[in-house]
Structure formats: C-alpha cells, structure tokens
C-alpha cells in the first residue's frame, strides 16, 4: 500500500475522484432513506416501525493499488490503469461505469480493525448496525456493546412482532434460527451478551468468537489448509485484534480451534473450498446453472443471473433465434447478456444478422452478415469455438461463424471472450430485448426485437 505522499499527482486526482464517488453515493442513498423516515412520519407510525440498518461486510480491497471506473476488469485479473481511468474520470459513478475506490480508501475504512471485505479478521465483518424503535427504544444515539450479527436480525424481528418462528413454509419443513433475538439489548444496555459463540468461513479464511475471545486465520488461496497460521485475540479487551495471543495461550486456542469445527460441522461448511468465482458457479451449488447440453428460452423470460445462466464463456456452443420476419421487416436484440461494461448480443438491424461480442468495454468484436433476412420463418445461429484460454488475466480467443438457416453468412476469428461478466456491471441473459446499458453501441436500449421470436437455444453439444 502506497502511502498518500508518495502519490504521483495523477494518482491522487483519479484516487480522489474515486472516493468522492463512493461518498455521492452514501449520500444518495441517505437522502432516499430520509424519504422513507418522512413518510412514516407523515403517518404517524413512525414510533411503533423497527428500522434496521446495516452494512454487508468491510470495506472491500476489490479496488485494487488504483481503484477501477469497471469492477469485471478486477475480476478478470486485469486491473485498470491510473492513464486508463483519467480519460474518463467524467463518467465515473455514471451509466457506463461500476467504479470502486482504491484500496488505501478500503484501509482508511476499515480503521482501526484489519484486513478487508472477503477476510474473516475484524476489517471483513464488522459492519455498522443501526436500529430505530422510537416507542420502544428510549435512549435514540446510544450505543449497544453486545454481540452480534446479521443472523439474528429475523429472530429479533419474530420477538419484537410476537411471532413464532416457522417449522415449515408451502410444506418445506425448516431448519432452526441459526440466530439469538437481540431485543433484549434495547432496553438493558448493560445486559450480558446473549449469543455465545459464532463461526466465520470465507473462502477459506476463517475464525471463530466465543465469550470474547477470536481465533482467526487468514488463507492464501491454492496453499495447503495446514499451512495457515491461526492468531489468538481477547477482543473483549482488544477490540482491534493488536495483540496475538497465540504463542502465549496456546490452550485457549486450541480450545477455538476445535470449537470452529464443531460449529462448522453444524453449518455444513465442509468441505473448505477457497475457489472465488469458480466456486459459485459450480453446478452442485444452489443457484448456478443446471449443468445439460441444450438449454431452450422464449420471449418474456425474465432475466436470468449470470451464474444461473449456461456457461458458454470460453466453451463451444451455439445460440439460435427461431423467428418469423414480417413483410414489413424486423429490427431488435434476439439475445444476449452484460451491458456496457461488457457481455454478447446476438441482434438484427435494418434487417440485417448482428453479434457482437463487447470485451470489458476494451474492445468490440463484431461480425454481420451481408445482406438482409428475407421475410418468413428462418433460424439465426451464431457458433463459437474456442481456440485458447489465457489466465490473469482471465480471457479466450475463439472464432465466431453466423448462419441463417444454417448457412454461413458471416465469419469472425479472434474474438476475445472475457472469463466472466458479472451481474454487477451489467445483466444477466435477456431473451428478445436489452434492458439495462446496452452491450453494443449499435443500438439504443432495450432495442426489443419487432418480428415473431418463437424462442432461442443454447447448445453446447
């Protein structure tokens, strides 16, 4: 980490104009909350309305050493430069940005506590929490000393409201609340701590609390789990985890240690898996993809997340639109996914068959064919096939052939293909429209297509 006075100038400005960002942001979405508290004011049910406000997780290191105006860029190894981002410093916090500030800002954040967002040191999770309860909550300002987290939010909310929690839900039976009700805290500043211990697993960091003490370890992915050196805190008294207790109290963390088993064998976190994105989109986890050859979509379908979308980046596939051109014409987006940021859209325009393939708003790959798709029912196919696959940065080159009713109108080679497009930055597969930024320049957004789209398949046979 650079410090702030041996910045170059340059450094400093897109730094700066980084923050500044962020910050517009907060206070936007400040302004928005005080919307919300006028209007319960406004009908007078603010005093008896529970507010809850909290923050995800630390202050996050996905900047990087200079910050970026495209978060995929991060998470496709390949940063931006500080040259890069000052050409378009205007646009940042815009449309055709998903900036994220520098991680000397995350550090200043996430003072005095260590380490960042993704860590399971203190700098990773411990977040803001703020709760409103003014006809039940006396002492509004006050501070709360007690532990807690994120989990115990519903079974706080079930108290407050004189709810049981559910055994079952549309015949699913239910698991137990895996949290403690904080509402005692409300009116006892002083009570004890009522939940006891707590376990953190975050790929492949990990820690554990109990009574005020934390054992934490921090993982370096793809190294060997017993290499991890575990650190030992009485956080009751050190609150910003400064003094490792580790060679002194070798007992108590040992006694942690296995204690962070037994719970994690409670929560199913084993196996330990310190995979990123891979990870997530992995067809044995709940919410990716199902993995099968041939994926068929129709018009209306809503827009599907990335991860639970086909896996067609860097993997040979086929798209085909199966349409009904009116004697009129048609115009419009058949398919795709991303947006300005980066993402594929197969498209036609004054009549002609598009795709075009935006690799992280560096460069646009595009092949078309030579004449207009004549009137009737045709099939429109575009067909990649990988040709190398690069690592961090993160990338394929493959070549891309276009088809109406399966013959070649167009040809492509060398198409780059990030290793991923996130729903962050843009959205994920939309069939027969672009919502959102578009994904090539070449149209306007949506862009919904005019003629008859019968549905469109994804195979990867």
């Known amino acids: 980490m650079q410090a702030w006075a041996n910045l170059t100038a340059e450094q400093k400005q897109v730094y700066c104009r980084l923050q500044e960002v962020f910050a517009g942001f907060v206070d936007h979405a400040d302004h928005h909350l005080g919307r919300v508290f006028s209007a319960l004011d406004e009908m007078g049910i603010r005093d008896n309305t529970v507010i809850v406000l909290v923050s995800d997780n630390g202050a996050s290191q996905k900047g990087l050493q200079n910050g970026t105006l495209n978060t995929d860029r991060y998470r496709n190894y390949f940063p931006d430069t500080v040259e890069e981002m000052l050409k378009n410093l205007d646009e940042a916090g815009g449309p055709s940005t998903d900036p994220h500030y520098p991680m000397g800002w995350a550090m ?30 006396k002492d509004g300002g006050a501070i709360r000393n007690q532990y807690h987290h994120v989990t115990d939010v519903v079974p706080t909310i079930l108290e407050v409201a004189g709810l049981p929690a559910p055994t079952s839900v549309n015949g699913v039976k239910q698991m137990p609340m895996h949290g403690v009700s904080m509402a005692y805290s409300f009116t006892d500043s002083a009570a004890r701590t009522r939940k006891r211990v707590l376990y953190f697993e975050t790929l492949g960091s990990r820690a554990i609390w109990a009574d005020g003490w934390t054992a934490v370890t921090w993982h370096k992915t793809d190294t060997p789990w017993e290499n991890d050196q575990w650190e030992l805190y009485h956080t009751d008294v050190d609150f910003t985890e400064a003094d490792d207790l580790a060679a002194k109290n070798p007992e108590k963390l040992k006694d942690l240690i296995t204690l962070w088993e037994v719970e994690a064998k409670k929560y199913n976190v ?16 709940a919410g990716a993809a199902i993995p099968k050859k041939l994926y068929t979509y129709y018009p209306g379908t809503s827009i599907l997340h990335p991860l639970a979308a086909p896996q067609i980046l860097g993997v040979e596939h086929t798209i085909t639109a199966h349409v009904t051109i009116p004697e009129t014409g048609a115009d419009g987006v058949l398919a795709c996914s991303g947006g300005e940021l980066g993402g594929w859209t197969l498209f036609l325009k004054d009549g002609t068959f598009h795709y075009v393939h935006n690799y992280l708003k560096l460069d646009q790959f595009a092949v078309s064919s030579a004449e207009v798709v004549p009137t009737g029912q045709h099939t429109l196919s575009v067909h990649f096939t990988p040709i ?70 994804m195979d990867l046979k």
């Open 388 to 457: 190398e696959k690069h690592l961090k940065p993160d990338y394929f080159i493959g070549n891309v052939t276009l088809s109406v009713d399966g013959k070649q109108v167009g040809e492509m080679k060398g198409n780059k293909v990030a290793g991923q497009y996130s729903a962050v930055t843009g959205y994920g597969l939309l069939i027969g429209r672009n919502t959102g930024t578009p994904v090539s320049h070449e149209y306007k957004a949506p862009f919904a297509f005019t003629g008859k789209l019968d549905k469109v398949t």
């Open 108 to 137: 200043a954040g996430n003072a005095p506590l260590k380490r960042w967002k993704q860590d399971t040191h203190s700098g990773g999770n411990t977040d803001p929490f703020i709760i409103s309860w003014p006809g039940k909550i």
């Open 270 to 285: 084993f196996p330990l898996d310190d995979r990123r994105y891979e990870r997530v989109a992995d067809p044995t986890r």
